[in-house]
């Protein structure tokens, strides 16, 4: 809707306001607060408003923007790409940490995985020898299937992580 018209006359710069024919509100049904707001919206002069927006994904901007921020600031393009560069290599070295620490965290436990099958084991071949087969067998076959166990499901969840 236009604010303004040009009619070149009687008017120095020859634009003049336009006020909007914005039909009056129907007010029998609203409170004499709401009614006089809205005639004071109908009297007024309506204004257009264009907003733009522009966005972007990644760690640097499209190129006409980067040629922009050339022009505004010549070193500014630079310093972008030394801090993409900078911001890539601590995601990178993060990246290293974080597996290097998964490993140590996987021997660790397959370490005492071990220590734990090889200690019940050592119980179960000591009650075997002292006559208690029954007890032997509970714990050097519970042993060795609850191992197994944690193996599989944890060979399992891996590629779903």
């Known amino acids: 809707m236009p604010t303004t018209e040009e009619t070149g006359a009687g008017h120095h710069d020859g634009v003049r306001p336009v006020t909007p024919a914005v039909p009056p509100a129907r007010t029998p049904d609203l409170p004499a607060a709401v ?3 809205l005639s004071t919206i109908n009297s007024a002069a309506a204004h257009m408003v ?6 972007f994904s990644g760690p640097l901007p499209p190129p006409d923007l980067l040629e922009h921020y050339q022009r505004i600031q010549p070193d500014l393009v630079e310093r972008l790409m030394r801090l993409t560069e900078s911001e890539a290599a601590h995601r990178h070295a993060l990246e290293t940490q974080a597996l290097a620490a998964s490993e140590r965290i996987e021997a660790r436990g397959q370490r005492y995985g071990l220590l734990i099958g090889l200690a ?7 009650a075997l020898s002292l006559g208690h087969e029954k007890a032997a067998m509970t714990i ?13 499901v944890g060979r399992w969840k891996k590629p779903s992580e």
């Open 35 to 37: 009614a006089d707001d």
């Open 50 to 55: 264009q907003v733009a927006a522009q966005a």
């Open 120 to 126: 019940a084991l050592a119980v179960a071949g000591m």
């Open 140 to 152: 050097g076959g519970t042993t060795v299937v609850g191992l197994a166990t944690v193996f599989v």
